[in-house]
């Protein structure tokens, strides 16, 4: 890895690739740092069991002839140590990169919101599950649900049944007359049609949402909330998502705005920072049509071409309505924001309650006097939850922003102390 390139982009999903293929007209030196093992970020994730879209297959064999763009897997971002430096770790070591130019597409993740029996093996958020079976977890022949909002229940639903697993039912809380309104719209974008045929909507129930997951070691049942009373439903897996959030650790890091939780940009998507743009679902939820169109954009827009970059204005418009029109439809009810009990783990990872939580003013008080967000996914569920919870806002990021080698917390604070 070099120690300098002109332009960095952080993320090699849809956004960061199309970023890279754009920006790489310039010839200038361009690094796509990825955490990931694999390239491709959610949609076109990678793994032993994946099989990739031809549009993935394309769009990275382009990338891998670009001449002067070297995409570099498990980079993790730790802090920015000084303005255009980061300090990354990369296969045990602790580096400092500088760069001119950096384009922000670190995606979004999944909101995965708390309930009783969360917490149990077998209980998964709707995209891990996908990540799980394209890691080449075995769910041949296991019963699985699937609940929470919006169009990765299908997605997760169709790999699950790819592989072979028996899709029990699928728990969508949005009610029916919202869905049949979306379906008739999707005709503006023939694409999403084309996805959507092929999705496994036979065991889909609208107006429904599971209320807790039951089992003694591991899920046995869920119980579901449906139009037509409670259910109980025997199953192995229980696949949970309430919708995509951003991933906005990165951009706050250099001191981005992000407002109302996702990362503010303008029409060139540079941030409110000189020379850092951002691309794709840190900047919100709107599928990967959407972050493709952005991505290339933000590449035209960090080398200085704006014409080529306004040319793809329109298309980019017409995908945001698209993006719109899942925000309305799939807005969540205030039913499933209260399915947690005093009693209900909220930090999975640090074995916090919710009436440990709910005690405290805000998150930063929360963080002061529990352990909430201290864990391993340093609040990346935590916080969210509380942030969709109780409205508390939790956008602002700490470094390191994952936990590090303690050479690399070494060498941060001691750039930090210069
Ligand atoms: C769990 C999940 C599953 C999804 N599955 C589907 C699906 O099956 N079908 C569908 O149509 N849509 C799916 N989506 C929506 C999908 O994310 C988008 O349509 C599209 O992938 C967004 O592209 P993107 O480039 O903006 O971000 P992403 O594809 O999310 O790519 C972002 C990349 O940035 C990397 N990254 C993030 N933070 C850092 C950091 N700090 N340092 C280094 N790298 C970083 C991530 O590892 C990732 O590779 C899914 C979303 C999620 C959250």
Not at 135 to 152: F, H, R, Y
């Amino acid at each position: 890895m070099k120690t300098h390139y002109h332009i960095i982009i952080i993320g090699a999903g849809p956004a960061g690739l199309n970023a890279a293929i754009s920006a790489a007209q310039s010839a200038q030196s361009i690094a796509i740092f990825d955490d990931n093992i694999f390239a491709g970020g959610q949609i076109w994730r990678n793994g032993p069991r994946a099989k990739l879209p031809l549009i993935a297959q394309k769009t990275q064999a382009i990338v891998a002839d670009l001449p002067h763009v070297d995409l570099i897997q498990s980079v993790k971002v730790i802090a920015a140590i000084q303005p255009k430096i980061l300090l990354v770790e990369h296969l045990g070591q602790s580096l400092q990169i500088h760069y001119d130019k950096i384009i922000i597409c670190t995606g979004g993740r999944e909101l995965f919101l708390p309930f009783p029996g969360w917490t149990l093996p077998g209980v998964t958020g709707a995209g891990a599950l996908q990540a799980l079976i394209k890691a080449g977890l075995d769910v041949k022949n296991k019963k699985i649900v699937i609940s929470g909002t919006g169009p990765l229940l299908l997605a997760s639903a169709q790999t699950a049944k790819k592989a072979g697993a028996h899709v029990v039912f699928i728990a969508e809380q949005t009610p029916y007359k919202q869905i049949k309104n979306f379906a008739f719209q999707l005709w503006r974008w023939p694409k999403k049609i084309l996805q959507a045929i092929f999705m496994p909507i036979i065991s889909y129930h609208t107006d429904s949402f599971v209320i807790e997951a039951q089992g003694n070691h591991a899920i046995q049942s869920v119980t579901i909330h449906t139009p037509k009373g409670i259910k109980t439903i025997d199953c192995d897996y229980l696949a949970c998502g309430y919708g995509i959030i951003a991933n906005t650790q990165v951009a706050s890091l250099l001191g981005a705005n992000i407002k109302e939780t996702v990362v503010h940009v303008d029409e060139m998507q540079q941030t409110s920072l000189e020379g850092v743009f951002a691309a794709g679902e840190c900047t919100g939820f709107g599928g990967s049509e959407l972050s493709i169109v952005e991505g290339q954009i933000a590449g035209y827009a960090a080398i200085g071409d704006t014409q080529r970059a306004q040319q793809l204005f329109a298309q980019r418009a017409h995908d945001q309505k698209f993006s719109h029109l899942l925000k309305t439809t799939f807005a969540l009810r205030a039913e499933v924001k209260r399915l947690a009990t005093s009693e209900t783990i909220f930090c999975r990872c640090e074995d916090v309650t919710l009436a440990q939580v709910i005690q405290h003013k805000d998150w930063y008080d929360t963080k002061l006097q529990t352990r909430c967000g201290m864990g391993a996914c340093q609040g990346r569920i935590c916080a969210a939850s509380a942030t969709c919870l109780f409205g508390w806002d939790t956008v602002k990021t700490k470094v390191p922003l994952s936990p590090i080698r303690t050479k690399s917390l070494i060498e941060m604070l001691t750039q930090q102390s210069k």
